[in-house]
């Protein structure tokens, strides 16, 4: 399990809670879910491994601090030296979720899933690629072939669509409300746009039809798991109505699924923005939960 503490940076007063991280790491500790020695810290993506997918450009901006006020605007976080690094590091904790799942069949990123983030700018809280980055890298040091994005955040990847649009080694899927942030949605591989208000039983009966259909056309080798807790029928900046007990069928239905295919999966936490943090976190705590369940 993969966890850095400079995940958790300031932000100000925002929809989005950085504190989560610490929070999760700690309520998985207090549970016994894990130990201490579970816990491995990465090392911040290379500037080799970030142009994998990011322009030169952009990761100058980045460096010098130097994006301008509507590209800020656009991020919708404030931009420091502070975010830049924690970005550069939680690029490096993908890299290593993935690899590890690579050897053991799971791994689990207590971070990650920034997939609003573009080649050349940021968007939507995301100012690196962090998924996009950990597949490339992995993909170019011939760990990987064949790679699928699993996306079940409430919101469209639309960076992450872009970035592998022509990529005929790595598929998209995205389930996500259609009437949500992104407003002009990228296409993935297979996009399931969902009604206001989706529930529970609606969810899983698309997931179930639509997602094995890819995984069966694809035949990936590993995938990246984005397990947003922002579907959840209490989160501020979604519109669905799944409960806690819809996400962890979720959870148990898309790792069952790729383990009896056998697919090795990382899993990144991507969005989560409940009205009650608690809730955030107990989402998360049970993606976890599930995914040490089916490696034991």
Request: proline residues 4%; hydrophobic residues 45%; contains cysteine.
């Amino acid at each position: 399990m993969v966890f850095d503490p400079s995940y958790e940076i300031e932000i100000g007063p925002h929809v989005f809670p950085t504190l989560k991280y610490r929070l999760v790491r700690d309520r998985l500790l207090a549970e016994d879910v894990i130990s201490e020695h579970d816990l491995i810290r990465p090392q911040p993506a290379s500037d080799e491994e970030l142009l994998l997918v990011h322009s030169p450009e952009y990761l100058r901006k980045i460096e010098r601090g130097d994006l301008t006020m509507a590209e800020i605007i656009q991020l919708e976080v404030p931009f420091s030296h502070e975010l830049a690094a924690a970005s550069r590091l939680c690029a490096g904790g993908s890299i290593l979720a993935g690899r590890l799942a690579l050897e053991a069949g799971v791994g689990v990123h207590l971070g990650g899933g920034f997939h609003h983030a573009f080649p050349d700018h940021g968007e939507g809280f995301c100012l690196i690629n962090d998924v996009a980055v950990a597949i490339r890298a992995l993909q170019a040091g011939g760990e990987v072939g064949r790679a699928v994005v699993v996306d079940l955040d409430v919101h469209q990847g639309n960076g992450t669509a872009a970035i592998f649009a022509d990529d005929d080694k790595t598929a998209t899927f995205s389930m996500h409300q259609e009437w949500n942030y992104p407003m002009a949605k990228l296409p993935s591989d297979m996009d399931i746009g969902l009604r206001d208000g989706t529930d529970d039983r609606e969810y899983l009966d698309l997931l179930g039809r639509n997602l094995p259909a890819l995984l069966e056309r694809h035949r990936p080798e590993l995938a990246f798991y984005l397990a947003g807790a922002d579907p959840y029928r209490e989160d501020q900046l979604g519109g669905l109505d799944l409960t806690l007990e819809g996400l962890a069928e979720r959870d148990s239905f898309v790792l069952e699924t790729l383990r009896d295919l056998g697919v090795s999966v990382a899993i990144v936490l991507a969005g989560g923005y409940a009205l009650s943090t608690d809730d955030t976190i107990s989402i998360h705590v049970a993606t976890v939960r599930t995914a040490f369940g089916l490696a034991a």
